[in-house]
């Protein structure tokens, strides 16, 4: 198979794309032939050495695919070789092959073709994952979600606004700030001239936000903290700004708020497999009825994983970079 080989941890141009060994499926694993795979923040941390696959996954880069069944593993019930679907991964997806858990397997939705369907299995289990399953979201709360441009941002100002939320991103260009609004934000705030703080206050009448989906971390922690409402939930899923702050507990206790941290990524099988069944479940009949869509900025082939990775490291792809194997 073809798949993306690092020579060292480092640059883009560190990536190059090789001949690897077929996977052979275990059991309880599917094969797929990838028709595409995403790329996420997180590939770019792994390449730069900070973000090992967990134990037993491939050493491939990729956490998210869509492809077309090309074989099953012992004991796989509910699939069949030629079946189309798209799956979450603990690594392996920049590759033209790669083996799956069967759980963790998801089919196309409705009106989405095969190549952007490659563009749902990350965003779609970690918002509605953390957003809902974990904060409880409902219909009149208010969101903040911080990268509203990015890929997670963008679905889940799509999935919030469509549950009956009110909507809050915080974006860093006109851009990126106005295709929120279309997106379904009722507030877009460009973090770089504004306090979103004081924005989603004014906005709300003091209330604050129900809950905040963050990808920041430490930079953003004690902001975060200050803009929650009472029994608000601050979900941290990212620590593009950090891995160390100062917690304000007295501050938190008068809210009688809750942070919480997550990864999707090292969880167990069995818990991704119940994430990929419930977004299956709930999220998929609103990507099938046109009220969320994947937004997908640029569809590059896998010899140019480079370049996909300079561009989202540049902040100007809204929404998802693809490559096609």
Known sequence: MRAVTQSASGGPETLTVSELPDPVPGPGEVLLDVAATAVNRADLLQRQGFYPPPPGASEVIGLECSGTVAALGEGVDGWAVGD????????????????????????????????????????????WSNVFMVAGLRPGDVFLVHGGGGGIGTFAIQLAAASGARVFTTAGSAGKLERCRELGAEGAINYRDEDFVEVVRAA????????????????YLARNVDVLADEGRLVIIGMQGGVKAELDISR????????????????????????CASVVEHVWPLVADGRVRPVVSAVLPLDEVAEAHRLIESGEAVGKVLLTP
């Open 84 to 127: 189309q679907v798209c799956a979450l991964l603990a690594g392996g997806g920049y590759a033209s092959r790669v083996a799956v858990p069967a759980g963790q397997l998801m089919p196309v939705p409705a009106g989405v073709d095969l190549v952007t369907a490659a563009a749902l299995p990350e965003v779609a289990c970690t918002v």
């Open 252 to 275: 938190l206790l008068a809210k009688r708020g809750a942070v919480i941290a997550t990864a999707l990524r090292s969880r167990p099988v069995a818990g991704k497999s119940a994430i």
């Open 204 to 219: 709300t009448d003091g209330r604050g936000a129900d809950v905040v989906l963050d990808n920041m971390g430490a930079k």
